[in-house]
Nanobody
C-alpha cells in the first residue's frame, strides 16, 4: 500500500516557474511508475506526465511538453514536477498518481494510488 502526498502548489503569474513534489510513503517510490494528472474547474482530469520505475521512460502531454519536467528523487522517495513558462491554462489541481507496472500509462484508470492534490493558479 502506497500513500502519496503532494506539495508545492500556489498562486503564480504567467511565465513563472513552480515545482511540485509528491512524497511516497509505505512503499519505495523507485518501484512505482509515477505520474502527474491535473483537473481544471469544470473539466475532466487530464494526463500531464509520467515516469516509469524501471527504465525511467518519460512521457508528457503535448500541452506541457518542453515546459514541464518530471523527475525522481529516490533519496526523498519522491517525484517532482518542475513547471516552467506557466500559462493561465495550466491552472488546475495537480494530482500525483502511482502504479506498480513498469509500462507508462496516460489514462487515470491505469493508476492505483492517488494523492489529494495540490492547487496551482496562474494569473495572466
Amino acid at each position: 500500500q502506497a500513500r502519496l502526498e503532494e506539495s508545492g502548489g500556489g498562486l503564480v503569474k504567467a511565465g513563472d516557474s513552480l515545482r511540485l513534489a509528491c512524497v511516497v510513503s509505505g512503499r519505495a517510490s523507485r518501484t512505482l511508475t509515477m505520474a502527474w494528472f491535473r483537473q481544471a474547474p469544470g473539466k475532466a482530469r487530464e494526463f500531464v506526465a509520467t515516469i516509469s520505475w524501471f527504465d525511467g521512460n518519460v512521457v508528457y502531454s503535448d500541452s506541457v511538453k518542453d515546459r514541464f519536467t518530471i523527475s525522481r528523487d529516490n533519496a526523498k522517495n519522491a517525484v517532482d514536477l518542475r513547471m516552467n513558462s506557466l500559462k493561465p491554462e495550466d491552472t488546475a489541481t495537480y494530482y500525483c498518481a502511482a502504479r506498480t507496472g513498469n509500462n507508462v500509462a496516460t489514462t487515470d484508470s491505469s493508476y492505483t494510488y492517488w494523492g489529494q492534490g495540490t492547487r496551482v493558479t496562474v494569473s495572466s
